[in-house]
């Protein structure tokens, strides 16, 4: 629990793995969303389930994954958020190929090793995502690279996400698929199955992180500055109030 109890997702059920020489809590990125934890040395408390009766209500009731939905938007609120965006931007995103080695060791490092066995001697970014897919999941939408630079209904090659039987045909994977209210993904198959959508989350969530720190993801001093057309409108915005004070002060 973390105070302040704001909604029915501040207090939840988690499976404990006792780790040597810590004395914090540490927790999946995805579910910090609902406690609003920022990791600035917020409070939370511990509480055990004594009795039987109050065991099986943590693990039927308050487990996170029946709190994957928001009660409040009903969209997903545990989902994926900062580094697992841009991870898996940079997966699913057109051109992304591995050679068998590197695609066997990402699927071994989120635990599918059973699939290694498909892959081929080059696999694609799309190719690597669908084996995180149920095989009977069918549907289409905007990513959000589509809703944020276009104005047409003309699409780009990243711009419709296609999954049919499981497979991601077209499409770029980012926030409108795994994003905190948003996440279409997360979103159908939370409805599909509470425990195939936690599965989903903890394993895509590991896949875009091991992709970050394989493949990095950094920015300069100069990806912070502005165009020469902010620059332009902030100095007319700031003349017009100049002249407007100027004439404010002439007129008292």
Known sequence: NRQPS???????????RVMKHTR???????????YNADFDGDEMNLHVPQTEEAQVEAEM???????????RYGSPIISCKQDHISGIYLLTKDGTKFDKKTAAEL???????????????EVTGKELFSFLLPKNL????????????KKTEEFGVDDLVVIKNGVLKQ???????????????????????????????DRVSRLSLEMVTKYGFSMSVSDQDISDRARKK????????????RKVIKDY
């Open 6 to 16: 704001l909604h029915r997702m501040s207090m939840m059920a988690h499976k404990v």
């Open 24 to 34: 914090t809590f540490t927790m999946n990125l995805t579910v910090t969303i609902p």
């Open 61 to 71: 009731l308050m487990a996170t994954e029946n709190h994957i939905r928001s009660p």
């Open 107 to 121: 699927l071994m490092a989120i635990g599918l090793k059973d699939n290694i066995d498909e892959l081929k001697n």
């Open 138 to 149: 069918n549907i289409e939408y905007k990513a959000s690279i589509y809703t944020r630079t």
């Open 171 to 201: 499409g770029v994977i980012d926030e409108n698929s795994l994003g905190e209210k948003k996440g279409a993904l997360i979103n159908i198959l939370e409805q599909m199955d509470k425990k195939i959508a936690r599965e989903f989350i």
């Open 234 to 245: 902030i100095k007319d915005m700031v003349g017009g109030f100049e002249e407007e004070s």
